[in-house]
């Protein structure tokens, strides 16, 4: 549970909020802001300072400044007055989530059409640096003529007997994971704005799994939505992803993308067994919140199937074959 930060400052005319939020050591690579015009949050594991302001502010021209051990705000208020305090006291529990989860959304929405923005433009300059490129060098020279380079691999060897052996499966998974690591960068030169870690897949799995963990959901959603647009070819992506679809009750979401993972997960190999136990299942438990329990009993007997000493695994597939039989309520 992250660690709430107490001991901010703020000061105020009747047009601006300043506040001045301690970074208690952390660097400031490691700072996440999310500001909208009712919200505030500076998360840096593992303290959390956040408020819910009482009127609404003009979070286009707000401005922050992280550094020197500290994050800097200032917020230009909508309406010109004095406030009584940084934050409402009066908010439940439901009425701070519902305000949060739209503020994370807002500022994803946000991002997104930035990075769409961004890119749209760079991709404008670099077809026209190309074609310009592309001009002078076919007034320079002709091109080469083409050829083949022939490259052979040390073969791998797997300790299973011939009559067992499945070396052409196995070779078949190795290579679409040799090609998922190399699919990263592509796109990375789309996303030179961001962090060099946020160009990681594996960086951006393990934060969204760190929410997921922490319970913020929608905060691993976006993770992962970062993560597959930098490599789409990475199954726990997808396969985590619909686990917090679930959480978040976007059951058809949750299908989708857990049935991206299996797609991803072949040929079916020892090494990728576990991998699809967790898709399947989460597959299964979608079909069944949409109460297509035919379809979910084959997911969760394909997972039984994997393992099957599971007791878990065991009791669900049981209660879902008596829902089967029970047939749709009334």
Known sequence: ?????????????????????????VRAGKVDVVCTEEYLKVHFPPFLFEVFLPEPVDDLRSAAKVGNGAALFTLPKKTCRAWENLTLTTLNGDQKKEIRLAALQKHQERISSECRRKAERRQADRKFSLQAATKEVAELRPPRPRGNIQVSFTPRVFPTALRESRVAEEEEWLQKQAAARRATAALAEDLQELREEERNPEWLKDKGDWRFAAGDYLGAVNAYNLAVRLNPKMAALHSNRAACHLKLGNLHKAVQDASHAL????????????????????????????????????????????????????????????????????
């Open 1 to 25: 549970m992250p660690l709430l930060v107490s001991d901010f400052s703020w000061t105020q005319t009747d047009s601006t909020v300043h506040i001045s939020v301690p970074l208690k050591g």
């Open 263 to 330: 797609g991803l997960l072949t040929p079916p190999v020892a090494a990728n067994a576990a991998a699809r136990v967790r898709a399947s299942v989460r597959r299964g438990t979608a079909f069944c919140r949409l109460q297509l329990y035919a379809e979910g009993l084959q997911d969760y007997e394909a997972a039984l199937k994997l393992d099957p000493e599971n007791p878990a695994l065991q009791r669900d597939v049981q209660q879902i074959r008596d829902a089967v039989r029970r047939g749709p309520s009334d």
